[in-house]
């Protein structure tokens, strides 16, 4: 016997709403529905008796929040569901308005000292990755990895404390 998908329609997806206090509820019990109702641009008509969800973030409160950030990356990695409210209301170039990216402009003296500023290589590569760029271009790379302070870790053994490199 086969299964056979039941048809969606207006009415029955108004039914499963009903049965509903919110939209989180509604598209976690009956994601069917709720998807059918998306798709077709009906879920406003849907969802006419469910509470409204919480509306977190707006233009003043992502402004506020986005000029305290230096670059997009902090913004995005610190601020997740602002960053979602900004993509979802397409409201990314208004975002690069506030936020000026850094530019920088590496050269061999700022490249050593975010080498000495780094504790390890990872940090190095992950916080200055166009220092570490502009050294492998300049074949400089190597020299920089020893300004980096590697991490010291002291170790007990029988004749006492002995530093040992990670």
Known sequence: ?????????????????????????????????????????????????LVAPKTYWNEEKVRELALSCSSYREFSDGNKSAYTWVLRNNKLEWLKEII??????????????????????????????????????????????SYIKPRIQLTSATDGLIPKNT
């Not at 390890?120 to 502009?134: D, N, R, V």
């Open 1 to 49: 016997m086969k299964h056979r998908r039941k048809r969606i329609t207006l009415e029955s997806a108004k039914l499963a709403a009903d049965s509903c206090e919110t939209t989180v509820e509604f598209g976690k019990r009956f994601p069917s529905e709720y998807e059918w109702a998306r798709l077709r641009g009906k879920l406003d008509e849907v969802r006419r008796n």
């Open 100 to 145: 000026q990216p850094q530019q920088r402009r590496w050269n061999y003296e700022t490249v050593k000292q975010a080498a000495i500023d780094s504790e390890s290589y990872e940090e190095f590569a992950k916080k200055y990755a166009g220092a570490q760029a502009w050294a492998k271009r300049h074949n400089c790379f190597e020299e920089m990895r």
